[in-house]
């Protein structure tokens, strides 16, 4: 009878006497059901865009329809049709002006207002035209958007770095301070608490503001302070709004992120942060550039319940190297850490392709 060794994951900052555990992989990624070997890069059926890309976006209609949009420094794209790019960009004002430390962010609010936010240029937004335009209301420019229990939330704007934002409830064109429509801004800054707003991120009906070394709550409480932001205990925090997703664990929200400020790896479950880096955090720390840091891009994959943070390695600022975190409680490995096939990349978005239909089986599997 042999005794078999389940393995539990990439793990190189462990004990090399621990069989279950490896110090070094590619391409095997942890998953549902145990490990696997990751999936390879693949053409979408889209062609380059004219510029970098610096924020994209697969945003959710109310009709269960999906649009991808991607942004450049001077142009935002509708990329929905997966072969041509479409330019939506605002036919008023100019090209835009934004730039690789000012990314595009997306949200959708209300009645399928798509808006798009990069802190060089004024709050865009498509409702029921093709275009993106100038969103009225005079809305601050921002680096941050998220929108939370009938609000659009900025942050970061171009009054105070520090500063959020929240529009009158249920209108995303109404910004001016208001009991009456509850349209409220704050600093949050405290005696251990300084710096930039680095990125929002829904917490169920909360929302998370993270800079780089602190993390602040905002609970609705209605008029007159409308938000109320409070810190969270301890010194983590994260570098962009791109190094943050929301999962849900058990039915409970959560956020994983990467704190740059730690070269670490953190979960929030609503109270305070953990690190769950402890398998990878002496490795990683030792590959990525110390430098560009504040560059990693986290992807979530949320039908196979893991998270890939990509980043960008020792030596170049460029996207290169990636590690997987798989959070989920099924038959895998619940904390498993892997390495995926190695890309580089610009922008982070899920993607949603069309079903394989008996037709189309023998082209999606390949000739035999």
């Not at 208001?178 to 349209?183: D, E, G, K, V």
């Amino acid at each position: 009878m042999r005794n078999f060794v389940p393995f539990t994951g990439f793990a190189p900052d462990s004990s090399q006497a621990n069989p279950e555990l490896w110090v070094d992989c590619s391409g095997v990624i942890p998953g549902p059901l145990g490990f696997e070997a990751a999936p390879t890069p693949a053409t979408g059926g889209l062609p380059a865009l004219a510029a970098a890309c610096t924020g994209a976006a697969l945003i959710k209609k109310a009709d269960n329809t999906f649009k991808l949009f991607l942004g450049t420094a001077t142009h935002l794209y509708d990329g929905s049709s997966g072969t041509a790019y479409t330019d939506v960009s605002r036919t008023v004002g100019g090209a835009y002006t934004g730039t690789a430390d000012n990314p595009w962010r997306f949200a959708i609010f209300q009645n399928d207002a798509i808006l798009a936010t990069n802190r060089s240029d004024a709050l865009q937004v498509i409702t029921s035209g093709a275009d993106f335009e100038n969103c009225t209301g005079s809305p601050p420019k921002a680096a941050c958007i998220e929108t939370v229990g009938g609000f659009v939330i900025l942050a970061n704007t171009d009054n105070f770095t520090d500063e959020v934002y929240n529009s009158a409830y249920l209108d995303h064109t109404s910004w001016a301070v208001s009991r009456a429509t509850q349209a409220n801004k704050y600093r949050l800054v405290d005696n251990t608490s300084s710096g930039s707003i680095r990125g929002l991120k829904k917490f169920a009906d909360k929302c998370v503001a993270y800079k780089d070394t602190s993390m602040w709550l905002g609970v609705y409480v209605g008029s007159p302070v409308v938000w109320d932001w409070k810190p969270l205990p301890g010194d983590v925090g994260c570098s962009s709004q791109e190094a943050v997703v929301e999962v849900f664990i058990q039915g409970a929200p959560a956020h994983i992120f990467f704190c740059a400020e730690l070269a670490d790896f953190y979960i929030f479950g609503g109270v305070r942060p953990f690190s769950i880096g402890a398998p990878v955090r002496k490795w990683f720390t030792e590959r990525i550039d110390p430098a560009y840091k504040y560059l990693v891009k986290a992807l979530h994959d949320r039908q196979n319940e893991r998270v890939t943070f990509y980043y960008p390695a020792r030596g170049g600022s460029t996207i290169n190297k990636a590690v997987t975190y798989y959070y989920g409680q099924k038959y895998g490995v619940a904390g498993a850490w892997g390495i995926p096939v190695e890309v580089a990349i610009e922008a982070t978005v899920q993607v949603v392709t069309g079903a394989i239909t008996y037709d189309t089986i023998g082209t999606a599997l390949g000739s035999p």
